[in-house]
């Protein structure tokens, strides 16, 4: 199977040399590596040109004339891609030399895997190991691993994404699928969460396969929260968030619907999840008698414990105030 990487940059000149660096140095060496700039203005381009003189593989450069945003910009790099297999990276992280064989062997052996993603261990700008993995951080337990493993996988994506773009390979022939990328999407999140709707079947590898480098430029990142500033995020949130999530889980079942996949208990997890929106927004324009009730049947429907964060969720719904939100 040929390998095609699908990289997008963005002024990531500082970072850059170290992650195309890494990716020659795999033990099994992709076919092409798309890179698709969305109109850097420092020393990015060439930095690309240079790699390009000497790299073991081809090198295609596409240069946007107007930025088109980071999920915009992925989605053109993977429509750009001519490999069976689709592995995504970003601009400033590095990869270990067994990425690409390790997650290529479950390819291989498992022909309907339709994703694999493996952990991350996150490191600082020098990257000097911050002490955890990536899936540490965002808590994919070992529990949520062996429901994922036992096809319990869209469950745990509609309580919270697992799956790092960064360390993330698909089949190609789902392209038709996935593209186009809701703008309110990010690639990574939609990609596995609808493939995982649809066929069940994205796999993962139980060990970290590259360095998560955190840096202040980062667009998203893998720190770790503290439990205060969990309690600040909680109670600042607003919710007016959980109609936005709303929206952007009506798309799937919209993709779905265009798509012509009709599986019952999917659309009724989905939905599920959707109630579980609309009732926390509902919350914040509610009389703390009507709120009980509104939290009583979360509770009584274990939505809180399947779409949210359990009783830290039901804490917050708990104490938030009232007046805290209006609806405009």
């Known amino acids: 199977m040929k390998i095609s990487v699908a990289m997008c940059t963005y002024n990531g000149a500082l970072y850059l040399a170290e992650q ?8 099994r060496l992709p076919n092409e590596l798309i890179v698709c700039d969305d109109g ?16 073991p593989f081809t090198v295609k450069m596409y240069c946007n004339r107007l930025r088109l945003g980071p999920t915009k910009n992925f989605e053109q790099a993977i429509q ?10 970003d601009q400033d992280d590095v990869w270990l030399p067994g990425k690409l064989e390790k997650l290529m062997k479950v390819f291989e052996d498992y022909p309907k895997a339709g994703y694999v993603f493996s952990d991350a261990l996150v490191v600082d700008n020098e990257l000097n190991p911050l002490g955890y993995t990536m899936w540490e951080r965002i808590l994919f337990t070992g529990r949520q691993r062996l429901r994922f493993r036992k096809g319990h996988q869209l469950e745990i994506l509609l309580k919270h994404n697992v799956v790092t773009g960064a ?15 809701p703008d309110q999407w990010i690639h990574d999140a939609w990609i596995a969460l609808l493939v995982s709707a649809i066929t069940r079947n994205g ?3 139980e060990e970290p396969l590259i360095y998560y480098r955190q840096h202040p430029k ?3 990142g893998g720190l770790k929260v503290g439990f205060f500033q969990q309690i600040q995020k909680a109670f600042s949130t607003e919710g007016e968030i959980y109609n936005y999530e709303k929206t952007i889980y009506l798309q799937v079942i919209e993709r779905l619907k265009a798509l012509g996949i009709n599986d019952q208990y999917i659309d009724k997890l989905i939905k599920a999840k959707i109630q579980h929106l609309e009732a926390r927004s509902t919350l914040y324009e ?8 509104i939290m009583a049947q979360e509770v009584v429907t274990r939505r809180y414990h399947r779409f949210s964060n359990g009783w830290k969720s039901i804490a917050k719904d708990l104490f938030v105030s ?4 209006q609806r405009s």
């Open 20 to 27: 195309l660096k890494s990716i020659a140095n795999q033990t």
């Open 40 to 55: 850097s203005t420092d020393d990015t381009l060439s930095i690309l040109k240079k790699f390009n003189e000497s790299s």
């Open 80 to 89: 750009l891609c001519n490999g069976d297999i689709i592995f995504l990276s």
């Open 167 to 181: 360390t993330m390979a698909f089949r190609s022939e789902l392209r038709d699928w996935i593209l186009p990328i």
């Open 203 to 205: 796999f993962f590898v």
């Open 218 to 220: 980062q667009l998203i």
């Open 286 to 293: 509610s009389s703390f008698p009507w709120r009980i009730k």
């Open 322 to 325: 009232s007046s805290g939100y």
